[in-house]
């Protein structure tokens, strides 16, 4: 979990915590929010909730783009 890793950062190398972020943290993040669907009426925000969790490990950059890729179409599909 992100607290966990968090922890890390004082122990890893920041090039490994580089890498960690990308080959596991990320695709999970991305597996989260793929299937987040926007829905007004009853949004469940666990998906949405779940990233911001994890916005102290990956770079603001990297959650901008789960944003740009996840969340923003569909969100601007929802508001068309």
């Not at 920041?14 to 695709?27: F, H, N, Q």
């Not at 993040?29 to 949405?48: C, K, M, N, R, V």
């Amino acid at each position: 979990n992100h607290e966990l890793v968090s922890s890390w950062r004082t122990i890893l190398p920041s090039a490994e915590l580089v890498v960690l972020v990308e080959r596991i943290i990320m695709p999970a993040l991305e597996g989260t929010l793929s299937p987040l669907l926007i829905d007004p009426a009853d949004q469940d925000i666990q998906a949405l909730t779940t990233l911001s969790r994890w916005t102290g490990v990956i770079r603001t950059s990297r959650a901008a783009t789960l944003l740009h890729r996840w969340v923003f179409p569909k969100l601007q599909k929802c508001l068309s």
